[in-house]
Structure formats: C-alpha cells, structure tokens
C-alpha cells in the first residue's frame, strides 16, 4: 500500500507560478512510476505528467510541456510538479498517483489539491 496526500495548490494570476507536493508513505519502495493528473470542472481527469523512479523518463502532456516540470525526491519520497506560466485553464484539481512495481496502471491516488487561476 501506498499513501499520498498532495499539497501546495491554491489561487493565483495568470502567469503566475505554484509548485505542488506530493508526499508518499507506505510501499514507496516499489514505486515505478509516479504521476499528475488534473481534473477541470464538466472535464474528465486527465494527464500531466510522470517520472520514472529514477527520475531519468519524464513524460508531459502537450497542454504543458515547457511550462510544467515534474521532479521527485525519493529520499523525501517526494513527489513535485513546478507550474510557471499558469493560464486560467490550468485551473482543476490536481492529482498525484503511483504505479506500483509489477504494475502497469497508475493503482494509488491521492486526495487532490484545488490549483485555481485567475485571468
């Protein structure tokens, strides 16, 4: 099993930066890959980003790519999305989650943290 609880969303301007947390606890040993998702008011969840364990594959959906960085600390057992340049339809609940060694879907999700911005 594997706890996240996700932190650091919030309201800011467009253009604006916030950087999210993710902290894990648990099974975070057998982490393969770790991830953000978002989910925007009428939208379905959607993809942001992920890491590999070693933190050498990232992966970004169009929408952010060159404005989102995701980042992990696994001695912190941490997990860290850097938002610059945010635009009003970034706003959403945001999502970390964790596909588990052995695993090929993402199995354990946090809670989520509200990010909203304001044109």
């Known amino acids: 099993q594997v706890q996240l609880v996700e932190s650091g969303g919030g309201l800011v301007q467009a253009g604006g930066s916030l950087r999210l947390s993710c902290s894990a606890s648990?099974?975070?040993?057998?982490?393969?890959?770790m991830g953000w998702f978002r989910r925007s008011p009428g939208k379905e969840r959607e993809f942001v980003a992920h890491?590999?364990?070693?933190?050498?594959?990232?992966y970004y959906a169009s929408s952010v790519k060159g404005r989102f960085t995701i980042s992990r600390d696994n001695a912190k057992n941490t997990l860290y999305l850097q938002m610059n340049s945010l635009k009003p339809e970034d706003t959403a609940v945001y999502y970390c989650?964790?596909?588990?060694?052995?695993?090929?879907?993402?199995?354990?999700w946090g809670q989520g943290t509200q990010v909203t911005i304001s044109s």
């Open positions: 989650a964790v596909v588990p060694e052995g695993a090929d879907t993402y199995n354990y």
């Open positions: 890491i590999s364990w070693s933190g050498g594959n990232t």
């Open positions: 648990g099974r975070t040993f057998s982490t393969k890959f």
